[in-house]
Every structure is written in C-alpha cells, then in structure tokens.
C-alpha cells in the first residue's frame, strides 16, 4: 500500500508548520547572520568615525549639505514618511504584522523591535553626546521645530529599521524590499529636515537592524526549519 501523502501545506511531523518557514524566505539563520553582520557593521563603522564630537569630517559636511539642500518642495511629501519612525509605529507596526500574519509572536517582535530600539537609541546618544547638524554646522535649513538633545544615533532611523528587519519576512516576496527602503527614507528624511547627520542615520541603521534581530529571536518569530513537504 503506498504511503498517505501529507497535505500541502500541513506542518511536518514534530516540526513549525510550512507556513513559519515560507514567512522566513526558507534561509532564517542565514538571514539573521546577515542581519548580525550588517547591523554591528553600521553601527560601529558610524561610532568608529567619530572621532571628534565636536567635529564633523569635510565629506559628511558635503553629504549632509547635499541633501538638507534640497528644494523645500520634498518637504510634505517626506514628512509622512518619516513619521515611520516615529515612537508610536509600536503599534503601528504591531498592527502591520497583526494583519500579516494573524499571530501573536510577529505581533509582540514588531511592537518590542521599536520599543528596544527606542530605548537603546536613547542609551546611544548619551554614551557618545553628538550634537546635532545645528550644533555642529553653519547653513543648515532646519526644517522641524523642537529639535533638541543629541544627535548619534537618529532615534527614528533607529526606529525605522528595527521595525523593517521584523516585517520584512513577514510580507510576501515581491513586496520585501519595501520595509527597508522605507526605513531608509526615514533617515534621508532626518538629514533633510536637519535633524541628524549621515553618520547619525548610518549609526541608527545598524542599531535599529540589531534591535529588530533580537525582537524577532526573542519572539521566536523565525523557526530554523523552513522547507515545505513533499506532496
């Protein structure tokens, strides 16, 4: 008698179901080495050249001019996105993975990822005291009121990529570049408002990448077995 095949799509026997491993892009533990690579590059390739708080090297003064430069028409159209990292997109981003998934766990690693990376972004800028572009420079087109405090990291760019290094093996494949490449205008955005410089945003990269890898470890949002079934 030929052995009953298991339904497509039913979880393999003492394992996470197909589904788990489909949302992982079927490669998790290379994806988050990738992620623990890249986020500790970022971040320490951004603290490693600082090194004069006081002082701003020639080319990221030229980079941050390059964009704060920029007409005052992309004013309103990256306001919005920007707001991506804000302190709130905990729930927003909880809401995003809700309606992915319909579980709990991406539910909790979106909302935690953005509270961490809050949090640490606050421990950073007290460690390394940066000011921030107005502080720093002369001719800065400062663009949003209230700006005070210090500026290693950029606390939204943090924000931002904490939540996308969540959601990106949440969302379906033609759409996973996107979380990433929002997170990434939210910190061209910060450079063009005047709020942070380069070194700011590159900083804040990586620490927000190596909050959402701990989110999703904690979380257990990501299992190591990620292949589908034989019908």
Known sequence: MAA??????????????WRDGRLAHARPWGRHATELAAGTGLLGVGWLLLSDN????RWEVEVFHQINDLPDALRWPLWPVMQLGNFWMWIGGAGIAYALTRRWR?????????????????????LVDRGRPGDLLEGVDIREAGLHGHGFVSGHTVVAFALATVLTPLVPGRWRYVPYTLASLVGFARIYYGAHLPLDVIGGAGLGILCGLVSALVFGTIHPVATRPAP
């Open 4 to 17: 009953q095949r298991e339904p497509v799509g039913a979880p393999p026997t003492g394992g996470p179901s």
């Open 54 to 57: 006081t002082k701003v090297p």
């Open 106 to 126: 991406p539910t909790a690693a979106a909302a935690s990822a953005v509270l961490l990376g809050w949090a640490a972004a606050k421990v950073v800028k007290h």
